[in-house]
C-alpha cells in the first residue's frame, strides 16, 4: 500500500462548480499535512497547510480526518486558473521529509 | 529573481555519461533536497542535506551521489547516466521547525527543475 494515495483523476469541472478530493495516508503517526499544487511542467507550490480543526483559505477548505486517515480539499466557485494538479503531503513528527502523492489532476472547463 | 534556481534546465545526454545538476538558494535556508518526479510515481526523494556538513540517503539514491559546497548549493552527480533516470529533477530548500516564526510548517520551496533525457 502506497504511504499517501490519491485519485488521480482527471477531474473535468465546469467553472463556478465545487470540486472535491480525498486523500488517504497509512502512517498512523503522521503529523503535518499538506496540499501543495503544481501547474503543468512546473515546480510544486504549497497551497495550504491541513489542521486538525479543518481550515479556510478563500475558496479553498481542508479537512484532516485522522480516525479514517484521510484528508480532503474542497474548491468553491471554481475559476479556470485552478486547472493544476494538486498534490497531497504528508510528515511523519520528527522527520523534515515530506511524502508526496501522486497527484490529483483537475481541469477546470469554461 | 528566483528564489531557489537549477541548472540546467533541460538536458539530453547518453548512456554512460557522467552528469551534474545544480542547485542555487538565495533564501538562507538550511536545509536542501533533491527530487525526481516521474508520471504516476509522484515526487520521490534522492538526497537531503540538513546543513554543509549533513547529507542523508533519500528513498532513491542508487545511482545518484550529491556535494553540498556551501549552505547555497546542492549538486546532484549521475555518475553513469541510465535511461531510467529519464525524469524531472527538483531542487528543494526548507528551514528546521524549531527557533523561528514561520508561515506554514516544514513547508519546502521548489526549484523551477531540470527535466533530464537518458538516450
Known amino acids: 500500500r502506497k504511504e499517501v494515495e490519491q485519485d488521480p483523476g482527471p477531474f473535468n469541472v465546469p467553472e463556478g462548480a465545487t470540486v472535491a478530493f480525498n486523500c488517504t495516508y497509512s502512517?498512523?503517526?503522521?503529523?503535518?499535512f499538506f496540499w501543495y499544487r503544481q501547474d503543468c511542467r512546473k515546480e510544486p507550490k504549497l497551497l495550504m497547510s491541513?489542521?486538525?480543526s479543518g481550515n479556510e483559505d478563500g475558496r479553498f477548505t481542508a479537512q484532516l480526518n485522522r480516525a479514517s486517515q484521510y484528508i480532503s480539499l474542497l474548491i468553491r466557485d471554481s475559476k479556470l486558473s485552478d486547472s493544476a494538479t494538486y498534490l497531497c503531503?504528508?510528515?511523519?513528527?520528527?522527520?523534515?521529509?515530506?511524502?508526496f502523492g501522486t497527484g490529483t489532476r483537475l481541469t477546470i472547463i469554461p | 529573481d528566483a528564489d531557489v534556481t537549477q541548472t540546467p534546465r533541460n538536458r539530453i545526454t547518453k548512456t554512460g555519461k557522467r552528469i551534474m545538476l545544480e542547485c542555487s538558494q538565495t533564501?538562507?535556508?538550511?536545509?536542501m533536497y533533491w527530487y525526481r518526479q516521474d508520471p504516476g510515481l509522484g515526487l520521490r526523494l534522492i538526497y537531503y542535506?540538513?546543513?554543509?556538513?549533513?547529507?542523508n540517503k533519500g528513498e532513491i539514491s542508487d545511482g545518484y551521489s550529491v556535494s553540498r559546497q556551501a549552505q547555497a548549493k546542492f549538486s546532484l552527480s549521475l555518475e553513469s547516466a541510465i535511461p531510467n533516470q529519464t525524469a524531472l529533477y527538483f531542487c528543494?530548500?526548507?528551514?528546521?521547525?524549531?527557533?523561528?516564526?514561520?508561515?506554514?510548517?516544514?513547508?519546502?520551496?521548489f526549484g523551477p527543475g531540470t527535466r533530464l533525457t537518458v538516450l
Open positions: 528543494a530548500t526548507s528551514i528546521p521547525n524549531s527557533g523561528r516564526p514561520k508561515p506554514h510548517p516544514d513547508t519546502q520551496y
Open positions: 502512517n498512523s503517526a503522521s503529523q503535518s
Open positions: 491541513v489542521y486538525s
Open positions: 503531503v504528508v510528515n511523519n513528527f520528527g522527520n523534515e521529509k515530506l511524502t
Open positions: 533564501k538562507g535556508h538550511d536545509r
Open positions: 542535506s540538513f546543513d554543509v556538513k549533513d547529507i
